[in-house]
């Protein structure tokens, strides 16, 4: 790098400390990155650098005391969020966000200042705050995956389904969890009283991973709650439905509500036994 106001000396060394991180020699680059800052104090990349590789290298300690260093001098929004990144890995969400405000001060459209609030206030239950820095970050970038996935399992709780949905067509094409983006689509679809798509949805989910195994544990830990608090006792209801299929000539809907308890309660061969049978039915 030379950057306006940088020292051709100091700009040259920052060059040969990235070169020098880059191929994992941590030790030398921090050793070149200091002396471009004895060359130049006011190097506030150089410092920031140095934290990083800290960071890295687990020395949470030392990375707090660079990035301070690093602010003392300039406040910077790039600073301020890596400074606000160490405490949130210690989950001092208070000091996080004190540092994360920070820099979206500096910088409003600061796409991972908004994204790392939005983790924090996820992380502290505050899902209403959450929903705004999550909202903010995909308008700053439409695909960011992580800010799509957790916007979309906000927005399902607050029963907002066609925001779901807009969520997983910004990331279906780019999703590493295809279970996630079937599971929500099959859901939400059934809300909304579509449930052909429903069942498309949700039999493509299991046929992902039949046993949901990878499946985030939080995520289905919380919408478990919800949906206990939401529809009452899962079991009884399963039953019901069960006694109502055996007896009747059931619809669509009651299948698609039958296959979806199935899955919340993980008895996941059910569930696609089910909807394998409904799919023939669709199919006829």
Not at 5 to 13: F, N, V, Y
Not at 29 to 56: C, D, H, K, T
Not at 142 to 161: C, F, G, P, R
Not at 229 to 246: S, W
């Amino acid at each position: 790098m030379k950057a306006i106001g940088i020292p051709t000396e100091a700009a040259s060394i920052y060059n040969k400390a990235l070169a020098l991180s880059n191929m994992g020699n941590y030790d030398l680059a921090i050793e070149q990155y200091m002396r471009a800052v004895e060359v130049f104090p006011q190097f506030i990349e150089a410092y920031n650098n140095i934290g990083e590789l800290y960071s890295r290298m687990g020395n949470t300690e030392k990375a707090i005391q660079v990035y301070s260093k690093a602010l003392s001098i300039k406040k910077n929004h790039k600073v301020l969020l890596n400074l606000g990144v160490e405490y949130y890995n210690v989950a001092d969400y208070t000091m996080a966000l004190q540092y994360f405000n920070e820099s979206l001060l500096l910088k409003k459209d600061f796409l991972e200042g908004n994204f790392y609030t939005g983790m924090t206030y996820f992380n502290l239950k505050n899902y209403v705050s959450a929903k705004k820095y999550f909202e903010a970050t995909v308008a700053i970038d439409a695909h960011h995956l992580k800010a799509n996935y957790l916007l979309a399992y906000i927005l399902y709780e607050d029963k907002e389904y066609l925001k779901v949905i807009e969520c997983l067509k910004r990331i279906e094409h780019i999703a590493d969890d295809l279970m996630f983006i079937n599971r929500y689509y099959g859901f939400c679809y059934y809300h909304l009283g579509d449930y052909k798509k429903a069942v498309k949805f949700l039999s493509a989910a299991l046929t992902n991973s039949p046993k949901y195994a990878q499946f985030k544990a939080y995520l289905e830990s919380l919408t478990y709650e919800n949906k206990l608090k939401e529809i009452g006792d899962i079991d009884v209801k399963i039953k019901e439905l069960e006694r109502k299929i055996m007896a009747e000539k059931p619809n669509l809907s009651e299948y698609t509500r039958l296959s979806m308890l199935y899955i919340f309660k993980g008895q996941y061969k059910k569930a696609e036994d089910l909807l394998v049978g409904v799919k023939s039915k669709i199919a006829r």
